[in-house]
Structure formats: structure tokens, C-alpha cells
């Protein structure tokens, strides 16, 4: 089991920029996929980016393709969310999850562990 805590949401204006960071504690974090996901109100819950094991594959939405990065430190048991020229439509509740799987997935489904969320709004 391992446990997930989201940091760094906030309100940020249009074509700003963001840094979420989601800290791993209990297992072997190395041992786990990394995604991050975001819910907006009266919408399902989408996939935004992912990361393997190692942290040499990654996979991102089409809709933050080119502005969002995601990386991982197996050292410091970190996960991280890079998000540049924001748009009001990114605007959501942003998850952190992991998967005990080498491999990304887009499938919130295949996805062990959550952290709480944390808000980010971009005002226009």
C-alpha cells in the first residue's frame, strides 16, 4: 500500500503556471506507475499524464500535450505535474494515483491508490 498527498494547487491566471507535487509514502515507490487525473465540476474524472516505473515513458492528453510535464524522483519518493500556459478550461480537482505496474495506463480503473485532490482554478 502506499499513501499519496498532493501539493501545489492554487489560483493562477490564464497563461500562467503551476507545479503539483505528490509525495509517496508506505512501499517501495519505484515499484509504481504514476498518473495524474483531474475532475472539474459535473464532469468524469479524465486522465491528464503518466509515468512509468523508471520514469523513461510518459503519456499525456491530448488537451496538455506540450504545456504539462510530468516526472518522477525515486529518491525522494516525488511525483510532479509541470503545468504551463494555463488555460480556464484546465480548471479541476487534480489526483495523483499509482498503479503497481511498470507500464502507464490512461484508465483511472487501473489505478490502486489516490490521493485527496487538490484544487486548481485558472481565472481568465
Known amino acids: 500500500q502506499v499513501q499519496l498527498v498532493e501539493s501545489g494547487g492554487g489560483l493562477v491566471q490564464a497563461g500562467g503556471s503551476l507545479r503539483l507535487s505528490c509525495a509517496a509514502s508506505g512501499r517501495t515507490f519505484s515499484a509504481y506507475a504514476m498518473g495524474w487525473f483531474r475532475q472539474a465540476p459535473g464532469k468524469e474524472r479524465e486522465f491528464v499524464a503518466a509515468i512509468n516505473r523508471s520514469g523513461g515513458g510518459t503519456n499525456y492528453a491530448d488537451s496538455v500535450k506540450g504545456r504539462f510535464t510530468i516526472s518522477r524522483d525515486n529518491v525522494k519518493n516525488t511525483a510532479a505535474l509541470q503545468m504551463n500556459s494555463l488555460k480556464p478550461e484546465d480548471t479541476a480537482l487534480y489526483y495523483c494515483?499509482?498503479?503497481?505496474?511498470?507500464?502507464?495506463?490512461?484508465?483511472?480503473?487501473?489505478?490502486?491508490?489516490w490521493g485527496q485532490g487538490i484544487q486548481v482554478t485558472v481565472s481568465s
Open positions: 494515483a499509482a498503479r503497481p505496474r511498470w507500464a502507464v495506463s490512461t484508465d483511472p480503473k487501473e489505478y490502486d491508490f
